[in-house]
T-cell receptor, first 117, second 114 residues
Framework: AQTVTQSQPEMSVQEAETVTLSCTYD???????LFWYKQPPSRQMILVIR??????QNATENRFSVNFQKAAKSFSLKISDSQLGDTAMYFC??????????????FGKGTLLTVNP | DTGVSQNPRHKITKRGQNVTFRCDPI?????LYWYRQTLGQGPEFLTY????????KSRLLSDRFSAERPKGSFSTLEIQRTEQGDSAMYLC????????????FGDGTRLSIL
């Protein structure tokens, strides 16, 4: 079974600054995906960024980038030039690529990020 | 692309009553998932459909829970004899069939048990 741990229940950042959210995971799988999802207050969860474990290059999507350390089983999210609209709960999630569980996501407990003006 | 649609958005009911939620996935998505999210927690997997076939049910899904996806289109999640512990946000997601496609989530149905 997989576990995902987000050790920061809450974080805050000033607008235009950079913030990093932490995520660690545990798995015996060798092929998998990692995701960061964003859930704004009372709004639907949307995918921010994803990383294939077999790719060494860290994924980047505009202001969002990840630091994927496979050996350490670490997957942090960096948000550059933070904007007020980035205020949300951020969830780290894992999905196996092969085997019987290659469809379901395993989520961490989330980190509530507040961007202050 | 209208996204994943869930109804109702909120449901308040008395303990012991039955409730049913509906999820309409993105039209071309053949995979559909239900998750449950309690306060302060991340979503937890409940069940998964590929087309009309329900391929897995989590042990979180007691016998009081049943899900269907007739004709591989919309899905319903029914909870019978609701209990206080059923209070949660129920999220539906859908995706295309290949393994590398991301899941798209609906707004969820928030269930409150009085």
């Amino acid at each position: 079974a997989q576990t995902v741990t987000q050790s920061q229940p809450e974080m805050s950042v000033q607008e235009a600054e950079t913030v990093t959210l932490s995520c660690t995971y545990d798995t015996s799988e060798s092929n998998y995906y990692l995701f960061w999802y964003k859930q704004p207050p009372s709004r639907q969860m949307i995918l921010v960024i994803r990383q294939e474990a077999y790719k060494q290059q860290n994924a980047t999507e505009n202001r969002f980038s990840v630091n994927f350390q496979k050996a350490a089983k670490s997957f942090s999210l960096k948000i550059s030039d933070s904007q007020l609209g980035d205020t949300a709960m951020y969830f780290c999630a894992f999905r196996a690529l092969n085997g019987g569980s290659n469809y379901k996501l395993t989520f961490g407990k989330g980190t509530l990020l507040t961007v202050n003006p | 692309d209208t996204g994943v649609s869930q109804n109702p958005r909120h449901k308040i009911t008395k303990r012991g009553q039955n409730v049913t939620f509906r999820c309409d996935p993105i039209s071309e998505h053949n995979r559909l998932y239900w998750y449950r999210q309690t306060l302060g927690q991340g979503p937890e997997f409940l069940t998964y459909f590929q087309n009309e076939a329900q391929l897995e049910k989590s042990r979180l899904l007691s016998d009081r829970f049943s899900a269907e996806r007739p004709k591989g289109s919309f899905s319903t999640l029914e909870i019978q004899r609701t209990e206080q512990g059923d209070s949660a946000m129920y999220l539906c997601a859908s995706s295309l069939g290949s393994g590398n496609q991301p899941q798209h989530f609906g707004d969820g149905t928030r269930l409150s048990i009085l």
